[in-house]
């Protein structure tokens, strides 16, 4: 039995969240259903403008 290549075997990530005053970097781990669970956010401040 061959294992399909289509299948993914990604068990994290890390993902840029976009917000207002500041960006957010998540880390997501895949659970046994599927879906991605966020387990940290670590936020990134924008530099002030002047």
């Known amino acids: 039995m061959t294992k399909s290549n289509t299948a993914s075997t990604k068990t994290h990530r890390y993902?840029?969240?976009h917000?207002?005053?500041a960006d957010f970097?998540?880390?997501q781990r895949r659970r046994?259903?599927?879906l991605w669970q966020t387990f940290a956010t670590?936020?990134?401040p924008q530099a002030a403008c002047s």
């Open 15 to 17: 993902e840029l969240v």
């Open 19 to 21: 917000g207002e005053g």
């Open 25 to 27: 970097v998540a880390y």
């Open 32 to 34: 046994e259903d599927g």
């Open 42 to 44: 670590w936020m990134i």
